[in-house]
């Protein structure tokens, strides 16, 4: 069990319009990626509520990735301009409690981008490889943290 | 504070007048009318800090029709303001009568306003500009400010004080009651509780400490909502409880908009 590698669990919320059928296109051409993501296709990337992705954190996955158009290109004219700031937002939230933001990853894949996805999900997953398992949000502290203030 | 307030409520300017009363020496809320208006008092600087917006806002559910006046200090000021933004009080219902906070509550709060916009009674002390205990945070190593974070996180005991005195939070329906979310069954909840509820003070925390003074944990909530304020700036370009800049937080359209209601 110990010497087995760890193997990351990744959500991928893809907008329906672009990366999802990037992802597709990835698929018909038959490029390889790892299999450790697993998809959810959603109508925007603008519709990812950070609750979203607090709650696949909470699940224990270990990495979240959010795909949408490329900014100018969103279906919906500006779902992707509230993406990249909540996103923003959301990663400076995790860091300063004490979260690692490179688990949370946003791209901007095309529909005609299967390559890019493909590659996306290959770093990805190196990258939560490399950082292990996520923290538990049910973890509990050190005893050497704890300090009544 | 009598001879205004007392022209006020005199002149029918204002139904009833929610400011502050001595009861066995210590200061508590109260709402004056015309009927008890011989009770005012003098105003007196104070350090005592209630959730008067929050009071305000349950009377005005209550009575929609009538005008309230409200003795307020900077951070409520700016709770009323966003209070005016989000469409759950009148503009036109609302008379404020402001009162500076002396420098010993500002330093406390680390208050970057600690002064409404009108001042009536007290003088303005100079606003702290940045916040040492995030500062302080900030300097951690990531592995420590996490240990940190999940020993004031552990001592939650679910109480939600801090969303029940917020002057901000006004819906009906509360994501911190999801129970896929925020299993009912955790005690102390896992720290999704903490980070829900700092995700939807992106925009509308106006920066009272109220939720850190009411903690029975003691969880330096103020410090997280600090830092989300300063990423809301950086990110949104937004101070939440500012006067004449709209929030991008609420979308246009009355659909959007969340309901007034009692919860």
Redesign the interface.
């Known amino acids: 069990m110990k010497d087995k590698i760890f193997e990351p669990r990744i959500l991928g919320f893809l907008c329906n319009w672009c990366s999802y059928a990037g992802a597709d296109l990835a698929g018909v051409s038959r490029l390889q990626y790892p299999p450790n993501i697993r998809i959810i296709r959603v109508m925007c990337s603008g519709t990812v509520s ?2 979203h992705i ?2 696949a ?2 699940r224990r996955a270990d990495g979240v990735l959010v795909a949408g158009c490329h900014i100018g290109d969103c279906h919906y004219l500006k779902g992707n301009y509230l993406t990249m ?1 909540r996103m ?3 990663e ?9 933001p490179q688990r949370l990853h946003l791209e901007w894949i095309s529909a005609a981008e299967g390559g890019k996805f493909a590659d996306t999900v290959r770093e990805f997953t190196e990258r939560i490889r490399e950082l292990g398992p996520a ?8 005893a ?6 | 504070m009598n001879t205004k307030i007392g022209k006020l409520l005199e002149e029918a300017r204002v139904d009833g007048f929610l400011a502050y009363r001595t009861i066995h020496g210590f200061f508590f809320p109260y709402l004056f009318s015309r009927e008890n208006a011989r009770k005012l008092e003098p105003w007196k600087q104070t350090k005592a800090h209630y959730p008067m917006a929050k009071l305000l806002l349950a009377l005005a559910r209550g009575n929609p029709n009538r005008t309230y006046g409200i003795l307020v200090r900077g951070c409520e000021e700016r709770a009323i303001r966003e209070l005016f933004k989000w469409g759950q009080l009148e503009r036109e219902r609302v008379v404020m009568l402001g009162q500076a906070c002396p420098a010993e509550l500002a330093r406390h709060c680390e208050c970057w306003q600690p002064y409404p916009s009108q001042v009536d009674y007290g003088k303005p002390v100079p606003p702290v500009k940045g916040s040492k205990r995030v500062q302080d945070l900030e300097k951690m190593t990531a592995e420590n400010r996490l240990q940190w974070w999940l020993s004031h996180f552990n001592r939650c005991i679910r109480c939600f004080g801090c969303r029940d005195v917020c002057p901000v939070c006004f819906c009906t329906d509360c994501s911190m009651e999801h129970e896929k979310l925020i299993p009912s069954n955790k005690l102390p909840p896992d720290t999704s509780f903490h980070l829900v509820r700092a995700v939807h003070m992106t925009g509308r925390c106006i920066d009272c400490g109220l939720c850190e003074e009411v903690c029975p944990a003691r969880i330096h909530l103020r410090t997280l909502y600090k830092e989300v304020n300063r990423l809301v700036e950086e990110v949104f370009d937004y101070k939440p409880g500012t006067d004449g800049q709209n929030s991008p937080f609420i979308f246009p359209g009355e659909e959007a908009m969340l309901p007034p209601g009692p919860r």
């Not at chain 1, 400076?92 to 690692?100: D, N, P, Q, S, V």
């Not at chain 1, 923290?135 to 050190?142: L, M, R, T, W, Y």
């Open positions: 950070p609750h607090l709650h954190f909470q700031k923003k937002f959301l400076g939230l995790l860091r300063f409690a004490g979260y690692e923290p538990s949000f049910e973890a509990v502290p050190k050497t943290a704890i300090k009544v203030t």
